[in-house]
Protein backbone atom coordinates (compact mmCIF):
# COMPACT_ATOMS: atom_id res chain seq x y z
CA UNK A 1 0.00 0.00 0.00
CA UNK A 2 1.53 3.47 -0.74
CA UNK A 3 0.61 6.27 1.23
CA UNK A 4 1.16 9.74 0.38
CA UNK A 5 1.31 12.47 2.95
CA UNK A 6 1.11 16.32 2.43
CA UNK A 7 2.04 19.20 4.81
CA UNK A 8 3.31 22.62 4.55
CA UNK A 9 -0.19 24.31 3.69
CA UNK A 10 -1.18 27.33 5.85
CA UNK A 11 -2.46 31.16 5.15
CA UNK A 12 -0.13 33.51 3.52
CA UNK A 13 -0.04 37.00 2.10
CA UNK A 14 0.07 37.65 -1.39
CA UNK A 15 3.90 37.92 -2.78
CA UNK A 16 4.49 35.39 -0.16
CA UNK A 17 5.91 32.37 0.21
CA UNK A 18 5.23 28.45 0.91
CA UNK A 19 7.09 25.40 0.79
CA UNK A 20 4.65 21.71 0.29
CA UNK A 21 5.93 18.66 1.32
CA UNK A 22 4.45 15.08 0.41
CA UNK A 23 6.32 12.18 1.84
CA UNK A 24 5.58 8.48 0.23
CA UNK A 25 5.98 5.70 2.04
CA UNK A 26 4.60 1.78 0.97
CA UNK A 27 6.72 1.66 -2.37
CA UNK A 28 10.48 2.27 -4.38
CA UNK A 29 9.45 6.17 -4.26
CA UNK A 30 12.13 6.75 -7.06
CA UNK A 31 10.13 4.21 -9.02
CA UNK A 32 7.66 6.75 -9.42
CA UNK A 33 7.35 9.78 -11.49
CA UNK A 34 5.53 12.72 -9.18
CA UNK A 35 2.71 15.75 -9.57
CA UNK A 36 1.54 18.62 -7.86
CA UNK A 37 -2.59 19.32 -8.52
CA UNK A 38 -4.09 22.21 -6.91
CA UNK A 39 -8.28 22.06 -7.02
CA UNK A 40 -10.24 25.74 -5.92
CA UNK A 41 -13.87 25.75 -5.23
CA UNK A 42 -15.93 24.99 -7.90
CA UNK A 43 -13.44 24.27 -10.46
CA UNK A 44 -11.71 21.41 -11.53
CA UNK A 45 -8.50 20.00 -10.35
CA UNK A 46 -5.58 20.81 -12.16
CA UNK A 47 -2.04 19.82 -12.76
CA UNK A 48 0.15 22.17 -11.46
CA UNK A 49 4.05 20.64 -11.74
CA UNK A 50 5.30 17.45 -12.53
CA UNK A 51 9.18 15.65 -12.36
CA UNK A 52 10.24 12.85 -13.70
CA UNK A 53 11.39 9.44 -11.11
CA UNK A 54 15.21 11.02 -11.35
CA UNK A 55 14.62 14.14 -10.90
CA UNK A 56 15.71 15.04 -13.84
CA UNK A 57 12.83 16.61 -16.14
CA UNK A 58 10.51 18.86 -14.49
CA UNK A 59 7.06 20.40 -16.62
CA UNK A 60 5.27 23.40 -14.63
CA UNK A 61 1.76 24.59 -16.11
CA UNK A 62 1.84 28.05 -17.67
CA UNK A 63 -0.03 30.03 -14.64
CA UNK A 64 2.55 28.60 -12.44
CA UNK A 65 5.90 28.93 -14.34
CA UNK A 66 8.55 30.89 -13.05
CA UNK A 67 7.05 31.10 -9.14
CA UNK A 68 6.65 27.56 -8.24
CA UNK A 69 9.50 25.10 -8.21
CA UNK A 70 8.79 21.24 -7.90
CA UNK A 71 12.18 19.19 -6.44
CA UNK A 72 12.12 15.70 -5.35
CA UNK A 73 14.60 13.59 -2.66
CA UNK A 74 14.65 10.05 -3.19
CA UNK A 75 16.62 9.11 -0.30
CA UNK A 76 13.76 11.25 1.93
CA UNK A 77 10.89 9.84 -0.43
CA UNK A 78 10.07 13.34 -0.48
CA UNK A 79 8.64 15.58 -3.45
CA UNK A 80 8.43 19.43 -2.57
CA UNK A 81 6.52 22.29 -3.94
CA UNK A 82 8.40 25.38 -3.49
CA UNK A 83 5.79 28.37 -4.33
CA UNK A 84 6.72 32.08 -4.86
CA UNK A 85 5.18 35.45 -5.15
CA UNK A 86 2.20 33.81 -4.24
CA UNK A 87 -1.19 34.92 -5.51
CA UNK A 88 -4.84 35.05 -4.45
CA UNK A 89 -5.85 33.30 -7.37
CA UNK A 90 -2.91 30.33 -6.49
CA UNK A 91 -5.60 29.45 -3.41
CA UNK A 92 -6.90 26.10 -3.08
CA UNK A 93 -6.33 22.17 -1.84
CA UNK A 94 -3.09 21.20 -3.15
CA UNK A 95 -2.31 17.38 -3.69
CA UNK A 96 0.62 15.02 -4.90
CA UNK A 97 0.64 12.25 -6.33
CA UNK A 98 1.98 9.16 -7.93
CA UNK A 99 2.59 7.71 -11.49
CA UNK A 100 4.14 4.65 -11.71
CA UNK A 101 4.50 5.31 -16.05
CA UNK A 102 6.71 7.61 -17.65
CA UNK A 103 5.65 10.14 -19.29
CA UNK A 104 7.03 13.20 -20.57
CA UNK A 105 4.93 16.78 -19.92
CA UNK A 106 2.00 17.65 -17.28
CA UNK A 107 -0.37 14.47 -17.02
CA UNK A 108 -4.12 14.95 -16.06
CA UNK A 109 -5.23 13.47 -13.07
CA UNK A 110 -6.28 10.44 -14.16
CA UNK A 111 -2.82 8.90 -15.09
CA UNK A 112 -1.73 8.85 -11.70
CA UNK A 113 -2.37 5.76 -9.05
CA UNK A 114 -1.76 7.58 -6.01
CA UNK A 115 -3.17 10.04 -4.12
CA UNK A 116 -2.68 12.49 -0.56
CA UNK A 117 -4.91 13.78 1.09
CA UNK A 118 -4.37 17.41 0.15
CA UNK A 119 -3.34 20.61 2.37
CA UNK A 120 -5.05 24.06 1.95
CA UNK A 121 -3.25 26.89 1.03
CA UNK A 122 -4.65 30.04 1.35
CA UNK A 123 -3.10 33.60 -0.36
CA UNK A 124 -4.83 36.73 1.38
CA UNK A 125 -4.54 39.51 -1.02
Known amino acids: QVQLTESGGGLVQAGGSLRLSCAVS????????MGWFRQAPGKARESVAR????????YYADSVKGRFTISRDNAKNTVYLQMNSLKPEDTAVYYC??????????????????WGQGTQVTVSS
Open 97 to 114: AADREIGPSLRTAGYYDY
Open 51 to 58: ISHSGGST
Open 26 to 33: GRSFSSFA
